[in-house]
């Protein structure tokens, strides 16, 4: 029986990160979701899709942190994710809870070379058994930092 967001049985979890898993799982998302999707930024009929899909890319950094690098969403759970981040006291609350710390988007200024692409889709498909491929039809760009790998600001 998969584990939460459909996580493969055979990736060894903790208890704690199955708890963090069923937060993100959890998380009511509805009012990004309805914003994306009345901005035509996500179509209706892959809303709820593309929601399952922004929490699993959340749960990746969470478990992959750093090995997670390379992996950014793709543009419907992108849209996604900018709702969330705008709502900032539940984004702040949920990065906190998740990560201990605030996950900040870096807008990507192009798409990623094939390689990187590949490798965060094979991340996924290594937790999770699959992607979506009408929500992940435009591939990953890179767009965020990791937490904890930050360099120092100047």
């Known amino acids: 029986m998969p584990g939460p967001l459909g996580v493969h049985d055979h990736h060894e979890l903790t208890e704690a990160q199955r708890d963090t898993l069923r937060y993100i799982e959890r998380y009511d998302l509805r009012a990004e979701v309805e914003a994306a ?3 035509d930024q996500v179509p209706r009929s892959d ?14 950094v969470y478990l992959e942190g750093g090995k997670a690098g390379a992996l950014a969403p793709s543009r419907e759970v992108d849209a996604l994710w900018h709702n ?3 709502n900032t006291r539940s984004y702040h609350r949920f990065c906190q809870a998740v990560y201990g710390e605030y996950l900040h988007h ?10 990187k692409v590949q490798e965060g889709i094979e991340l996924v498909r290594r937790l999770f058994g699959d992607v979506d491929e009408r929500v992940w039809k435009e591939g ?14 100047t």
């Open 140 to 153: 990953f760009r890179i767009c965020f930092v990791p937490p904890k790998l930050e360099g120092p600001t």
């Open 106 to 115: 870096v807008p990507a200024g192009g798409e990623a070379d094939v390689e």
């Open 47 to 60: 809303a709820k899709s593309a929601e399952r899909e922004l929490k699993r890319f959340l749960a990746v």
């Open 37 to 39: 999707i009345e901005a």
């Open 84 to 86: 969330f981040i705008l």
